[in-house]
């Protein structure tokens, strides 16, 4: 496996100390580290916060995107929301590819991504998981076959998640409302429980935050007499670095465009299911 370089937005946040122990394994060497300007100290390096890191793979810590992108060719921005816009102009300026794992995004915000998309070859997926890639098909099935039954979501984090709903239970949501609009116009999709009866067609979509959940995501189908449950637990942080390294190698010489993680698994699934030469 050849060796690629890799900034990493957010690089001392519980993800991006993830995303740097991890690197090696996945082939990346890190060259960039970009964090809050109150932790980019005077020398202090990405390996003072991440001491698994390699020492010959150490880098300073930097507050300008301009600066943690230079001489990478793929981003891994796991930072707030808020201060994409900077981040994604220097991804766009260095011409690397564009992984992006943030929640909470708004429409502006989306639309700056479409705009990158036609310079740079990007992914934004609310959750990198394996499991939540095959999650959200099963929903769609799911709901699709059984359109009379009621879908809730249920979700759960730690408590220091900033954003609620979670950007995943708002794509599982998404995804049934999706699988079920083309023969159902009056589809109502909502973001937290009404008050009173449930109306015909609606999605609820319900948050709970405590302790240190790494995430929790149950979809209920309800029928008369029976209930499908459809849960995905996630017990580590890994799998999500594990899924954003794999998605930026996935980027790494693709045309500019938007891509998604079912392009990411549906390539690894294949390379998995080559027979060996």
């Known amino acids: 496996m050849s060796e690629l370089t890799l900034a990493l937005f957010g690089a001392i946040g519980r993800m991006g100390r993830r995303l740097a122990a991890l690197s090696g394994e996945h082939g990346w060497r890190v060259v960039g580290a970009l964090v809050e300007p109150a932790d980019a100290q005077p020398g202090r390096t990405l390996r003072s916060a991440v001491p698994e890191l390699d020492a010959g793979r150490d880098v300073l810590l930097t507050s300008d995107p301009q600066r943690a992108v230079r001489g990478a060719a793929a981003v891994i921005d796991f930072a707030l929301a808020s201060g994409l816009r900077p981040r994604l102009d220097a991804a766009v300026a260095a011409r690397a590819a564009y992984v992006l794992g943030a929640t909470g995004l708004s429409g502006d915000d989306q639309a700056a991504l479409d705009a990158a998309s036609r310079e740079i070859p990007l ?20 709901a699709a076959a059984l359109p009379d039954f009621e879908v809730e979501v249920h979700e759960l ?16 949501a998404d995804a049934a409302a999706a699988a079920r609009a083309a023969g159902d116009s009056e589809l109502l999709l909502c973001r937290g429980r009404n008050p009173g ?21 149950t979809v209920f189908l309800f029928g008369a007499g029976e209930r499908v449950e459809l849960t995905h637990r996630a017990t580590s942080r890994d ?22 993680m079912a392009d990411v698994l549906a390539t690894h699934r294949v390379e998995k299911s080559a027979p060996a030469r």
Do not use: C
């Open 157 to 172: 984090h730690h408590r220091h998640k900033a954003d609620a709903p979670s950007g995943t239970a708002i794509a599982l």
């Open 123 to 142: 992914l934004w997926a609310p959750n990198m998981s394996q499991g939540i890639g095959a999650l959200l098909e099963l929903v769609a099935r799911a």
């Open 239 to 260: 799998i999500f670095a594990h899924g954003a390294l794999r998605a930026a190698r996935f980027l790494v010489n693709r045309q500019p465009g938007r891509y998604a």
């Open 197 to 217: 009866p449930r109306r015909a067609g609606e999605i609820g979509v319900v948050a709970t935050r405590g302790g240190d959940a790494v995430g929790e995501h």
